[in-house]
Each structure stands twice: as structure tokens, then as C-alpha cells.
């Protein structure tokens, strides 16, 4: 066979697999981006803009969450949640100390609930962002509002915003299963084998 047809082969079949791999990666980009939304960009500014790293990192956290048994509250479940909830936002006026205090444990309760690992703050807030990825960033700021309320003491305004914020992902974390889900798990029915 002619080299030079050789080569032209060799050359084609090598720009293949390059743009092969440029697509499979714009893909992958697209994918995590859009699963993470503002958690994308948290990612890439932790990792100083280091795309790929910032990308495994995720990737990383979508496989450890896919491995825990995390579930969907069932309706009693969730409306003790909400029930509360709502005490620990009306105590907000007298004590917003403590209200937030409350808001922290009642979020890590419900985390618990669901499945969530509660222990170090950073791990929780990157286990959270796979499933509620549009929310973490409340979570983030509440938390970082609360610490510096223990050092320092905070304008209670300040307090109030980490109330809404530890709000939007508490609510977020409310879902609860369907009740015919609920009520064939109840007696004893395999969720899956009545949808078969």
C-alpha cells in the first residue's frame, strides 16, 4: 500500500480520536454544569480554575452520594419537619441566636432523615450539592453567617438572611416520597414491583 495513503489513514484516524476527546470532554462540561448549576462555578473557584480538577472533584461527589441509601421523607415525617420549622422561625423574633442555632440542627436533622452523612460541615455541603445543588450556596452562607455570629457577633439583619437561607434548603430537603410509594412501603410492597 501506498505510505503516503498510510499516513493520510494514520492522520485521519488520529484527528478522529483527537476531536473524539474534545467532545466526549465538552460533554462532560456541559453535563456537570448543568447537574451543579452555581455549584460548577463554586467548584472551579476552589480549584483556582482548574477545569478538569474542579470536574473530577464533582464527578467524585456524584459517586459517593449514588452509594448512599438517601430517600425522600414520607409525608408524617415531613410535616413534623415543617411543624418545626415554624417554631424554631417564630422563636427567630425573641432569640435570633438561638433561632439560628436551631435552624443549623433542624437541617442537619433533616439531612440525617433523608440519608445524608451529617458530620464535617464541608463534607455535608458537597454531599447536599449533588441533589440540591441550586440551594447550597444558602446553605453556604448561613453557615458562614452563623460562625462568625459565635466569633464575632453579627448584625441581627445579617441573622435574618441566614434564616431565609437556611429556609431554601430546608424546604428544598422537605420533598417527600409519593404516599402511594409511602403506604405499599407501609405494608410491606416493593415500590418497584407495583410499577412493573
Given at each position: 500500500m501506498d505510505p503516503t495513503i498510510l499516513l493520510l489513514v494514520a492522520a485521519i484516524v488520529v484527528l478522529a480520536a483527537?476531536?473524539?476527546?474534545f467532545y466526549t470532554q465538552r460533554q462532560?462540561?456541559?453535563r456537570l454544569a448543568g447537574r451543579f448549576g452555581p455549584e460548577?462555578?463554586?467548584?472551579?473557584?476552589?480549584?483556582?480554575?482548574?477545569r478538569k480538577e474542579a470536574e473530577a472533584e464533582l464527578a467524585a461527589r456524584e459517586e459517593r452520594v449514588n452509594k448512599l441509601d438517601i430517600r425522600a421523607l414520607?409525608?408524617?415525617?415531613?410535616?413534623?419537619?415543617?411543624r418545626r420549622w415554624e417554631d424554631v422561625q417564630a422563636a427567630f423574633v425573641d432569640d435570633p441566636s438561638a433561632a439560628i442555632r436551631d435552624a443549623d440542627s433542624l437541617v442537619q436533622e433533616v439531612m440525617a432523615a433523608r440519608g445524608y452523612p451529617v458530620g464535617d460541615f464541608e463534607q455535608r455541603a458537597a454531599d447536599v450539592s449533588v441533589d440540591h445543588p441550586r440551594v447550597v450556596e444558602h446553605y453556604r452562607a448561613a453557615h458562614a453567617v452563623a460562625g462568625r455570629h459565635l466569633s464575632d457577633g453579627v448584625e441581627t439583619e445579617e441573622l435574618r438572611q441566614a434564616m431565609v437561607d437556611y429556609r431554601a434548603l430546608f424546604t428544598d430537603l422537605l420533598e417527600t416520597e409519593d404516599p402511594e410509594?409511602?403506604?405499599?412501603?407501609?405494608?410491606?410492597?416493593?415500590?418497584?414491583?407495583?410499577?412493573?
Amino acid at each position: 500500500m501506498d505510505p503516503t495513503i498510510l499516513l493520510l489513514v494514520a492522520a485521519i484516524v488520529v484527528l478522529a480520536a483527537v476531536a473524539a476527546y474534545f467532545y466526549t470532554q465538552r460533554q462532560r462540561t456541559e453535563r456537570l454544569a448543568g447537574r451543579f448549576g452555581p455549584e460548577y462555578k463554586h467548584a472551579l473557584d476552589a480549584h483556582e480554575g482548574e477545569r478538569k480538577e474542579a470536574e473530577a472533584e464533582l464527578a467524585a461527589r456524584e459517586e459517593r452520594v449514588n452509594k448512599l441509601d438517601i430517600r425522600a421523607l414520607n409525608p408524617t415525617e415531613a410535616s413534623v419537619f415543617g411543624r418545626r420549622w415554624e417554631d424554631v422561625q417564630a422563636a427567630f423574633v425573641d432569640d435570633p441566636s438561638a433561632a439560628i442555632r436551631d435552624a443549623d440542627s433542624l437541617v442537619q436533622e433533616v439531612m440525617a432523615a433523608r440519608g445524608y452523612p451529617v458530620g464535617d460541615f464541608e463534607q455535608r455541603a458537597a454531599d447536599v450539592s449533588v441533589d440540591h445543588p441550586r440551594v447550597v450556596e444558602h446553605y453556604r452562607a448561613a453557615h458562614a453567617v452563623a460562625g462568625r455570629h459565635l466569633s464575632d457577633g453579627v448584625e441581627t439583619e445579617e441573622l435574618r438572611q441566614a434564616m431565609v437561607d437556611y429556609r431554601a434548603l430546608f424546604t428544598d430537603l422537605l420533598e417527600t416520597e409519593d404516599p402511594e410509594v409511602a403506604a405499599d412501603r407501609a405494608v410491606g410492597r416493593d415500590p418497584m414491583e407495583v410499577t412493573r
